[in-house]
């Protein structure tokens, strides 16, 4: 194929590629969206703008933390093995970065790609790679372990799984398609090796892009809009809210996020008995569209001093929405990229399904836990939700070229 007719095909397929999600920023990376296609397919035939999109590896920040809500997800957190320490933990991030490289560009990982995903392209896969605090013991390496890592304050709505907390080594993945996020998933364990063991793991999934007229926040299983007071790169203090800056007591984690992640279960038996206005008052927000009791639309601010003809506030003293208003919290605020989750029905016929919380920030101890807390003492939605399992962690900014994932802390 000549360079003209190349150069065609690759702005054909950049046509295909879909709008951003909720978040309005742009999915990117079609480079590698169109080698794929071109050297993947039977006569460079373009893939749909699903399975076209690909998402780059290396970055200032990691991948899976920007990107629009992808429809299916898999979280799974590992342990060292017995015995293993540092220089099996700079192998093994090797391994997976190389794979991660490779997969988030639609590519087989090697000679024993298991072909799960064969026939699909990149469907926006992202792979991102986080350090909990036993890991620096594990490895040695205390003295890098950043303040922010200090464990979460246990709180009262809490009924934590040890077994399902916490861990060595956490790994998010998403994408637009199951089998590929399937793929990847596979991949990391097998790339594991004997250097880490499996110590849990969580699927979820949201709204399947092209499901709605035009992009839109994604709803959670109790059908609320879900995110509309996220932080918006558009803001001023972005960057200082959800990433680490460079000048910090840890340099490793310049352009670097904290997660919190939470399996959170919706008790939702008892949420769908109630009434559709009092469902609103618990949320503080209607739940058609997501905008706020005070009139307006989604993005409208909430008018928390507004009474109504009672006399009585209009969103409630103990709404979820007033209670983690970052103007209600000094500010705090957190990117919240979450996704939903289905583990069955109970013999009892009680769903388990909820909300795979993961939050992002530049520190937890001025994000997550002050509103946490805050909502910890009165949120009316506190009787409706049940925290199973907790886990933080760090993530280092994404890494350069010919870097591994984590290699400024390992290698140091």
């Known amino acids: 194929m000549s360079t003209e007719n190349l150069d065609i095909s690759r702005r054909k397929l950049l046509g295909t590629v879909g709008a951003a999600g909720a978040t309005g920023l742009a999915l990117g990376a079609a480079g590698g969206a169109a080698a794929y296609a071109a050297g993947s397919r039977t006569g460079g035939t373009a893939l749909a703008s699903v399975g076209s999109t690909a998402v780059p590896f290396r970055g200032t920040h990691q991948a899976g933390i920007l990107q629009p809500l992808q429809a299916r997800g898999h979280l799974v957190a590992f342990d060292l093995a017995p015995g293993a320490g540092r220089k099996e933990a700079v192998a093994l991030m090797r391994r997976w970065s190389a794979a991660a490289e490779r997969l988030m560009a639609g590519e087989p990982t090697g000679p024993g790609d298991t072909g799960v ?4 392209g990149p469907s926006s896969l992202t792979v991102t790679f986080g350090f909990g605090a036993s890991f620096f013991d594990r490895t040695g390496l205390v003295a890098r372990r950043p303040a922010e890592l200090d464990p979460l304050p246990a709180f009262s709505s809490d009924q934590l799984d040890a077994g399902r907390s916490n ?25 594991a090796g004997a250097a ?9 999934f949201n709204r399947s892009p092209g499901a709605t007229a035009v992009p839109m926040t994604a ?15 558009s803001e001023p203090d972005f960057q200082e809210r959800v990433f680490v800056a460079a000048g910090g007591d840890q340099p490793w984690m310049t352009g670097g996020s904290y997660a919190v992640v939470r399996r959170i279960r919706m008790l939702l038996d008892d949420w769908e008995k109630l009434p559709l206005e009092r469902q609103e008052r618990v949320i503080g927000r209607r739940k058609s569209d997501g905008a706020p009791l005070t009139g307006g639309g989604e993005t409208s601010a909430l008018d928390l001093d507004r009474a109504g003809p009672d006399g009585k506030p209009v969103v409630p003293a103990d709404a979820h929405a007033r209670i983690s208003a970052p103007e209600q919290n000094g ?3 957190m990117l919240r990229r979450p996704f939903s989750f289905h583990d069955g029905i109970g013999s009892d016929g009680t769903p388990d399904a909820g909300l795979l919380f993961i939050a992002w920030q530049a520190d937890p101890r001025r994000g997550f836990v002050p509103v946490q807390r805050k909502l910890d003492r009165g949120d009316a939605l506190a009787p409706f939700i049940r925290h199973e399992a907790s886990g933080l962690f760090a993530v280092p900014g994404g890494p350069g070229a010919g870097e591994y994932v984590g290699q400024r ?4």
């Open 167 to 191: 861990g060595d080594l956490w790994v998010q993945i998403g994408a637009d398609d199951a089998l590929v996020a399937f793929h990847a998933l596979r991949a990391v364990q097998k790339e």
């Open 219 to 233: 709803r959670n299983l109790m059908g609320q809009v879900d995110g509309s007071r996220n932080p918006k790169p």
């Open 409 to 412: 802390l390992l290698e140091a």
């Open 196 to 204: 880490a063991r499996v110590r849990w793991q969580m699927n979820g």
């Open 117 to 120: 995903a064969l026939d699909a």
């Open 331 to 333: 500010g705090a605020a």
